[in-house]
């Protein structure tokens, strides 16, 4: 059988896209780890499915490299724009992810997507804890384009905060009031990734904290991005929007194996 596939990135994120609305794509781990491997798949920091929502305009369902689920921010740009390009959705849309209902809408190729509210961004001994729908530890540096990324990100991925699952690894540099650059180590991609949707925004709100002040803009080595938010006086994260571009990049199709070739 022969599926169709889209490729989508968002600020060097990128992804592999398909419209399983008719529920015909096998969520079979090792096939999507196969597909998003960059040697001998399509190659992508993960795959998203879009399917139907008895109530919502649509299911986001994504996975990453390594078959693992979480939310991711980039990703859920893509999928809304993607969902525009199916003709799902026009200019708005909600739609159910990893972590919950979101809203989103489109002005120009830009999407702007309502995160989950943050109850709380905690301090650590050796940086702070935030979990924007995906688990992040942020750690603040100077001189970031000389920071070891890959070899501090993955010792620092196993950090118990988290239990076993381990983190994301953040670094972020203040550059001005309202400005930062962050650079990410993604477990389940097990590399430093161009940009991290989930992970700006937990950037951005430990930046808070430092009196960087809302809208903050935000460097990432795939180019920048926006994000927003309201802080409560108990702490507590709303109205966080993640606001950045959404590109269809290429499309193709490919054989899915048969169940047996799978097993």
């Given at each position: 059988?022969?599926?169709?596939?889209?490729?989508?990135?968002?600020?060097?994120?990128?992804?592999?896209?398909?419209?399983?609305?008719?529920?015909?794509?096998?969520?079979?781990?090792?096939?999507?780890?196969?597909?998003?491997?960059r040697k001998f798949g399509i190659g992508s920091d993960g795959l998203i499915l879009i399917e139907n929502h008895s109530e919502l305009d649509f299911n986001m369902i994504f996975y990453n490299p390594d078959g693992s689920q979480s939310l991711c921010g980039n990703g859920s740009r893509c999928a809304v724009n993607f969902?525009?390009?199916?003709?799902i959705i026009t200019d708005r849309t909600s739609f159910m992810a990893y972590d919950g209902l979101h809203t989103a809408e489109i002005t120009d190729g830009i999407v702007k997507l309502r995160m989950s509210d943050v109850q709380n961004v905690m301090s650590l001994e050796d940086g702070m804890f935030v979990d924007t729908g995906s688990p992040h530890l942020i750690r603040f540096v100077k001189g970031i384009e000389q920071c070891a990324v890959v070899e501090q990100g993955k010792i620092l991925r196993d950090h118990k905060i988290n239990g076993d699952s381990g983190v994301n690894v953040n670094f972020v540099e203040i550059l001005g009031e309202s400005e930062i650059s962050v650079r990410t180590y993604e477990r389940g991609v097990e590399n430093e990734t161009l940009s991290c949707g989930t992970g700006v925004t937990a950037a951005a709100l430990s930046a808070a904290a430092k009196k960087v002040s809302s809208p903050v803009s935000i460097r990432t080595k795939g180019g920048e991005l926006q994000v927003c938010f309201s802080k409560k006086e108990d702490g507590r994260y709303t109205d966080i929007h993640l606001i950045g571009p959404a590109v269809h990049v290429f499309e193709g199709t490919l054989p899915l194996p048969s169940d047996k070739a799978r097993k």
């Open positions: 059988m022969q599926v169709q596939f889209y490729k989508y990135q968002a600020t060097g994120n990128d992804f592999i896209m398909i419209d399983n609305r008719e529920q015909f794509f096998p969520k079979d781990l090792s096939l999507i780890s196969r597909l998003c491997h969902a525009k390009f199916l003709g």
